[in-house]
């Protein structure tokens, strides 16, 4: 949790303009000291790493990589779409998964 940017955001809406985790913070304050971080466990749960933005694609013809997101205005997914969104990058992970949702609504 210690360099965790959701821990630090926890359930705010809107982004910070220039995040500091508390490790950044620490290393910050103890510039001559050697500070070691190892990840434990998640709040929850296991910790889960990033799925690989090379694992993702925005269609079946594999030509760009990305996540490709389709909102409908129903639980059945009838009609046309309300939305689309296409997200790149290097990885996906949660986070992300929140901030599409968002951008959405």
Same mark, same amino acid.
């Given at each position: 949790?210690? $360099? &965790?940017? $959701?821990?630090?955001?926890?359930? #705010?809406?809107? /982004? @910070? &303009?220039? @995040?500091?985790?508390?490790? +950044?913070? =620490? %290393?910050? %304050?103890? *510039?001559?000291?050697?500070?070691? #971080?190892?990840?434990? &466990?998640?709040? =929850?749960? @296991?910790? /889960?790493?990033? *799925? @690989?933005?090379?694992?993702?694609? /925005?269609?079946?013809?594999?030509?760009?990589?990305?996540?490709?997101?389709?909102?409908?205005?129903?639980?059945?997914? $009838?009609?046309?779409?309300?939305?689309?969104?296409? +997200?790149?990058?290097? +990885?996906?992970? +949660?986070?992300?998964?929140? !901030?599409?949702?968002? !951008?959405?609504?």
């Amino acid at each position: 949790m210690a $360099d &965790s940017l $959701d821990a630090l955001e926890g359930n #705010y809406n809107g /982004t @910070p &303009s220039n @995040p500091v985790t508390v490790l +950044a913070g =620490i %290393r910050k %304050r103890f *510039v001559k000291s050697k500070v070691v #971080y190892v990840q434990g &466990s998640g709040l =929850i749960g @296991p910790v /889960t790493n990033p *799925v @690989p933005g090379s694992a993702l694609y /925005t269609d079946d013809t594999k030509k760009q990589h990305g996540l490709k997101t389709e909102y409908f205005s129903n639980v059945t997914l $009838d009609g046309s779409l309300e939305q689309m969104l296409l +997200a790149g990058g290097s +990885a996906f992970s +949660a986070g992300m998964a929140v !901030a599409l949702a968002k !951008a959405g609504e």
